[in-house]
């Protein structure tokens, strides 16, 4: 086994520090689904992604897509079947995730919108990968990520 000094750990494995195009879990659902209508765009951007820049998903989205399947192990298989990367999330986007779920909570507060849960939802951590790395995030949901990740790049439906 080989051991990482403490400076080192939790950065992005030096393979996957080139640009690629991060994807959000519902881009790979609606890739897939023949009833969105939003499936084209998907399929044109993973196309377009796997034929150039590159594609990867984290594990955060690897969890979201293997919920309800009786094996989720099939699921990692079928996405690197496909050419899909996926990566561990770096330890240093703990503190990016963080901070924005923070905002996220205040701000939900003070809206009325009651409690937000004391864990960050799935968005922040993917968020946060992404604005680390400085990728582009393919995804449709995209008002959180603008408000509290405003420096990524947004690949959108409207844009796409």
Known sequence: MEIQACDELGKAPYAYARAVI????????????????????AQNILAHALSTEGLALNTIVLAELCIGHKTPEAIEAELRADGLTILDLPAAASALCARAYTRYRLTRRKSGGGEAPHIPLPDFFIGAHAELMGWKLATRDVERYRVYFPAIELIEPASG
């Open 22 to 41: 991060l994807i959000d879990t519902n881009v790979i659902i609606d890739a897939r689904d023949p009833a969105s209508r939003f499936r084209p765009w």
